[in-house]
């Protein structure tokens, strides 16, 4: 019965695939298995401020309703910007009771939204559920010798009623990766933007704003990027790519915080990302020319 | 009194009384309409008679196929026949069947806010909404699945807020699934043997020769069921 229904999102059926199949190995190896949300449609993507802008609350309505119709008291994210439009619409029409009937009324034939389904991230499942010791108990292979900034962006952060951690000092993030092994490094871009849809026609300032992300990083010491949202990984590693050669940002893995998890886990090489495998196999030489 | 062999309908707001029990489109039919276009199948296959009624008292829009749909009391009723909605061209066997492929062609379908409406105007009761949003992550297999049934009357597109070609998007992705997603029968080849070696030739070689009134009692006499039963065992 300890199943945990979770929504997937657009990105991670197709450009994030090995967010989604890292996050599924982690959470079945930690015996809380992830179960798909049956039914789920796009969430809506950003989540509209307009007050009454009700019908761009709908897809995220739809999305609770499923998980009401599952019997599910809550629905986890895995992409930061689902968990942020899922999560403040859930907000929205469960203290807002006349937008919420007014949804239900424009639904009509459709079956109502109670307001009452909880949206979390993994993170905050993996922190308040499941806990770090455990986390650590599970690594087998523990991620010595990576020193990793944990990048929030701003979805996962902001505003602060949805934040998954402390919205100015955030450590949900390193705490987990900490607890496999690996190397916390603090730095103050952790909850910048990365540039987010500006990448789509001005390119120029999302490169900006994920090159300093990066060179933030880089700067503190850090080897290895942590995201949790497809779209951060894109811009900071399309930056990457274009400014690799600048203050060293091209040394740098930028992963999903659950890859990091699944190779401390011990997951096959092959199904990780080629860079993180790579930094894996180096590690694994540098050792045994060690003993 | 009213004739309760009668039923009062309205067709383009104008009031007739055309025989209980008979399907919008024999009620226009009776009514005095003759169909040009918007009539195809007779048998709800085509797609060509999509109507719009709402019955008397109901705030709601309804959705059917003229062919299909019995006349109530008070129904208001008008055809929609053809919905405007341009279909892109491409070259099936040049396209990449990759998950942008759909957003490419119809970069609409990202305005999709899961309103449902396409759905519920959707007279073979489609989960139109559901397929547009495996459109929108490339899940073709899943479109051409829930699609299967569509007959292009294209009541959905002509609903949909957010301007979406739902059914040409639907076809398309049942294209490209049928040419790199689903594996080709090996019956087929067998078929296509069977049929370049000549062995149907001589039977329509006889047909063709037939006199008209000898190919009406061929027709007349034929067997379908019991034939095709036949051919089975």
């Keep these: 019965m300890n199943q945990t229904r979770y929504f997937p999102g657009c990105s991670l059926k197709e450009t994030a695939r090995s967010f989604e199949m890292s996050a599924l190995y982690v959470m079945e190896r930690l015996g809380r298995p992830l179960v798909e949300l049956d039914r789920w449609n796009c969430c809506g993507t950003v989540f509209s401020l307009t007050a009454d802008d009700l019908m761009h609350h709908l897809a995220s309505v739809r999305n609770l309703i499923r998980a009401q119709e599952a019997g599910a008291h809550e629905l986890v994210a895995l992409c930061a910007m689902c968990y942020n439009t899922l999560g403040r619409v859930g907000r929205r029409v469960s203290t807002d009771r006349e937008a919420l009937d007014k949804i239900n009324a424009f639904m009509n034939s459709e079956a109502d939204y109670d307001g009452r389904v909880g949206v979390r991230h993994l993170l905050q499942v993996l922190r308040d559920d499941v806990g770090w010791d455990r986390l650590a108990a599970a690594a087998e292979c523990p991620l010595d010798g990576f020193a990793v900034a944990g990048y929030y962006g701003c979805t996962l952060l902001r505003p602060k009623d949805v934040a998954v951690d402390d919205p100015e000092r955030p450590t949900v993030m390193t705490d987990a990766i900490e607890a496999v092994g690996a190397t916390a490094v603090p730095f103050p871009f952790a909850g910048e933007c990365c540039g987010s849809y500006q990448t789509v026609d001005r390119r120029d300032l999302s490169t900006e704003r994920s090159y300093r992300v990066l060179r933030a990083a880089r700067r503190a010491g850090a080897d290895t990027i942590a995201t949790a949202c497809p779209l951060c990984q894109h811009n900071l590693e399309e930056a990457r790519r274009e400014l690799g050669e600048r203050d060293g940002i091209g040394s740098l893995t930028i992963v999903y915080f659950t890859e990091l998890l699944a190779a401390a886990f011990g997951i096959a090489p092959e199904r990780l990302p080629e860079a993180l495998a790579a930094r894996l196999a180096a590690r694994a030489t540098a050792q045994g020319e060690e003993r | ?233």
């Design chain 2, 1 to 233: 009194m009213a004739d309760p062999k009668m039923t009062r309908i309205y067709i383009m707001g104008k009031a007739y009384d055309v025989p209980t029990g008979v399907t919008i489109m024999d009620a226009m039919e009776y009514a005095g309409y003759r169909f040009i276009r918007g009539a195809g199948c007779r048998s709800g296959f085509c797609g060509a008679c999509g109507t719009v009624y709402r019955k008397a008292g109901e705030y709601r829009l309804e959705f059917a196929l003229a062919c299909q749909e019995m006349v109530q009391p008070g129904m208001q009723l008008a055809q929609l026949p053809f919905t405007p909605a341009p279909r892109a061209a491409y070259a099936l066997g040049e396209l990449n069947p990759d998950e942008n492929v759909l957003l490419q062609y119809y970069p609409e379908i990202a305005r999709c806010v899961a309103c449902n409406t396409c759905t519920k105007s959707c007279p073979q009761d489609i989960e139109v909404m559901d397929y547009i949003q495996a459109a929108l992550r490339g899940d073709l297999a899943r479109v051409a699945e829930l699609s299967f049934d569509c007959i292009q009357c294209g009541l959905c597109a002509m609903r949909c807020p957010a301007d979406i070609k739902h059914y040409h998007v639907a076809q398309m992705a049942r294209r490209l699934h049928g040419v790199s997603g689903s594996p080709i029968p090996a019956h087929l080849a067998a078929r296509r043997a069977e049929i370049d070696s000549g062995a149907y030739d001589r039977e329509i070689d006889e047909l063709t020769a037939l006199d008209h009134d000898a190919l009406r009692a061929r027709y007349a006499a034929r067997q379908i069921e019991k034939d095709s039963e036949e051919e089975r065992l």
